[in-house]
């Protein structure tokens, strides 16, 4: 991989670029990005991570290895319109990271017999830790996918998926750790409402969630078995958790999930042609 390119300049490309340059898979000039008019923030990328930014597309995709689509789902027909245009090699990987848009989508506007893959990455490819699904198109062949899935295991963890299991991949660890974010808005406000120092709770909160990931990482036993060790009967915990459970805290983690997954398919229902 000697080239990639990144059309859109947001949040998620720069956790991507982050973590390509952390992980040294490539030097930064050899990473291209542009957007669609926020010359600062395209400055501001080069300036700080060294990546090479233009908004000359011919330059951009002139022996660029993986084109990595990163806008959001509304701007995709017009990105790809221009793509469509373009004189791509077949040898050239386009890869979209937006939620819902199906690679049958993609394909609609490129030429026929051009590799596409779908890839659902997270913001935490910023620490190489992103927990990325990728799904293969029409016509992508083994060492294409092995390529997009080595590009994005630099930046965390990626697995193959059948597409038609995108939007729960969506639902589930796309989205994943803005759930994890809102509960620990909810426990450092918890924190400060039991008497403790704001630094201090953090502190604790952020160890205990590490704590318990790397345990259901490591040990053989279930997250149910994992919370039955903790919750002694009569004590603290089982008290806590009686409150929970009372609140259907269950439910309304799976219908967030459920909510998310039905949003990610409409979106491509949306966004087809
Ligand atoms: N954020 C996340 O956690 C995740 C996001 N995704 C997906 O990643 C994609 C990008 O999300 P995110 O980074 O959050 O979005 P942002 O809104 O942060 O960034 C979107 C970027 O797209 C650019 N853009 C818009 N239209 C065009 C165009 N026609 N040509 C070139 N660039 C264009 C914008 O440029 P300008 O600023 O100049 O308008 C901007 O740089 C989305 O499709 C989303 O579904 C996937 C996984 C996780
Ligand atoms: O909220 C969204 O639509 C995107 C996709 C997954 C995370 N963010």
Known sequence: ?????????????????????K??????PHIWVTNHANEERLQRMHAVYGVTVTRNQNELLQETDIIILSVKPKDAEQALRSLGVAQLGKQQIVVSLMAGITTAYLESFLPAGQPVIRVMPN??????????????GTYTDKQQLQLVKRLFGTVGSAVEVGEELMDAVTAISGSGPAYIYYLMEALEEA?????????????LLIQTFKGAAAMLEQSELSSAQLRANITSAGGT???????????????AVKACVQAAAVRSKEMGQAYSK
């Open 23 to 28: 992980a040294e898979l490539l030097p930064a």
């Open 191 to 203: 924190s400060s409402q039991v008497g403790l120092d704001e630094d201090i709770g953090k502190q």
């Open 237 to 251: 915990t089982a008290a806590g958790i009686a409150v929970l459970e009372n609140q259907n805290v269950k439910a």
């Open 1 to 21: 991989m000697d080239k990639i390119a990144f059309i859109g300049a947001g949040a998620m490309t720069e956790a991507i670029v982050k973590g390509v340059i």
């Open 123 to 136: 913001t935490s490819a910023t620490i190489l830790e992103a927990a990325t699904a990728i799904a293969a």
